[in-house]
């Protein structure tokens, strides 16, 4: 069984910053690409930022030198780090992981999602 928990959402101030993590445990073989996602309401799900297990990043254009991922593969912990907040930044942040378990195919798994909120 896989697991990925997150941590480090909460409220913050336009300019402000936070740090999120997600650590995946369980019966890992392998992690491939792990990455963050965000929902807004009323909103679809998109792509924050993600990286594979060499350290490849990739971004969307909205927060393109504000947010910078990174991930610990030791840990099987993936971080985001958020900095110039801005209040259209408010939203749920979900982890995702590619990842392959000792039994059982390789699948992308979900974490349960951590709140973020930026006040103007």
């Known amino acids: 069984q896989v697991q990925l928990v997150e941590s480090g959402g909460g409220l913050v101030q336009a300019g402000g910053s936070l740090r999120l993590s997600c650590a995946a445990s369980?019966?890992?073989?392998?992690?491939?690409?792990m990455g963050w996602y965000r929902q807004a309401p009323g909103k679809q799900r998109e792509l924050v930022a993600s990286?594979?297990?060499?350290?490849?990043?990739n971004s969307g254009d909205s927060v393109k030198g504000r947010f910078t991922i990174s991930r610990d593969n030791a840990k099987n912990t993936v971080y985001l780090q958020m900095d110039s907040l801005k209040p259209e930044d408010t939203a749920v942040y979900f982890c995702?992981?590619?990842?392959?378990?000792?039994?059982?195919?390789?699948?992308?798994?979900w974490g349960q999602g951590t709140r973020v909120t930026v006040s103007s």
């Open positions: 990286i594979t297990s060499g350290g490849r990043t």
């Open positions: 995702n992981a590619v990842i392959v378990p000792l039994v059982g195919p390789r699948s992308g798994y």
């Open positions: 369980g019966t890992i073989l392998i992690i491939d690409t």
